[in-house]
Structures are given as structure tokens and as C-alpha cells.
């Protein structure tokens, strides 16, 4: 069964770093659109970060604007696993991070498009 498995989540102090990452099984991540998204306490799911496939005549990656600058998005065709690496975080960045893996070469930030997800990892930036 197709399936993606976050690590790397943790507490960190404010202005920190963390990298997480997503292996995928019985899926290859070359011909899906991936993507990061968040959710902290009663508040909506968001797209943070998203990175068109290998197969993209574009390779366009996205990224919200309360990360830009600070996050980047990456991954590992060999080892089939995407990773976000987060730089001078916030408080505010804390939250459920969740990847996800959308069939196709176009990337979105609208969570229903994604067809597959991680368990989730959760941040949280403290002091």
C-alpha cells in the first residue's frame, strides 16, 4: 500500500532549525507534484511550501509568504523522499506538518487535490 512517512518534527527555540522529511513507499516521487502543508490549533490546513514534478518543463516551486526565505523545499530521487528545511523559526510556525503527494506535474496549495498524505509531525517553537 502507497504510503508517505513524515519524520523530523520536534521542539525547537525560537530563531532554530529543524528539517523534515517524507519517504514514500510503493509510490515514486518523480511523477507527483509534492507539497507541504501545516495546521495549528483551530485554524485551517495551509499549503506552505509546494515543488512541481520532475517531469515539470517548469520546476516552479511555491512557497506562502510567512515562509519565504526562511523554508526550503527539496527532494531525493534516489532516495525517493522529499524534505522541507525550516531556517530562523517562529512561533507562529508552530503547528501538525503534514507532506502530500498530488499525481501530475502541477503543483496547488488547495489540500483536496493531493492524493497522497504523511501521518503528520508536529513543530513546535518555543522558548
Known amino acids: 500500500q502507497a504510503q508517505l512517512v513524515e519524520s523530523g518534527g520536534g521542539l525547537v527555540q525560537p530563531g532554530g532549525s529543524l528539517r523534515l522529511s517524507c519517504a514514500a513507499s510503493?509510490?515514486?516521487?518523480?511523477?507527483?507534484?509534492l507539497a507541504w502543508f501545516r495546521q495549528a490549533p483551530g485554524r485551517a490546513r495551509e499549503g506552505v511550501s509546494c515543488?512541481?514534478?520532475?517531469?515539470?518543463?517548469?520546476?516552479?516551486?511555491y512557497y506562502a509568504d510567512s515562509v519565504k526565505g526562511r523554508f526550503t523545499i527539496s527532494r531525493d530521487n534516489a532516495k525517493n523522499t522529499m524534505y522541507l528545511e525550516m531556517n530562523s523559526l517562529k512561533p507562529e510556525d508552530t503547528a501538525v506538518y503534514y507532506c502530500?503527494?498530488?499525481?501530475?506535474?502541477?503543483?496547488?496549495?488547495?489540500?483536496?487535490?493531493?492524493?497522497?498524505w504523511g501521518q503528520g509531525t508536529q513543530v513546535t517553537v518555543s522558548s
Open positions: 502530500a503527494a498530488k499525481y501530475g506535474s502541477s503543483w496547488s496549495t488547495n489540500a483536496y487535490e493531493y492524493d497522497y
Open positions: 515543488l512541481a514534478s520532475v517531469a515539470s518543463r517548469e520546476g516552479t516551486t
Open positions: 510503493e509510490l515514486t516521487l518523480d511523477y507527483y507534484a
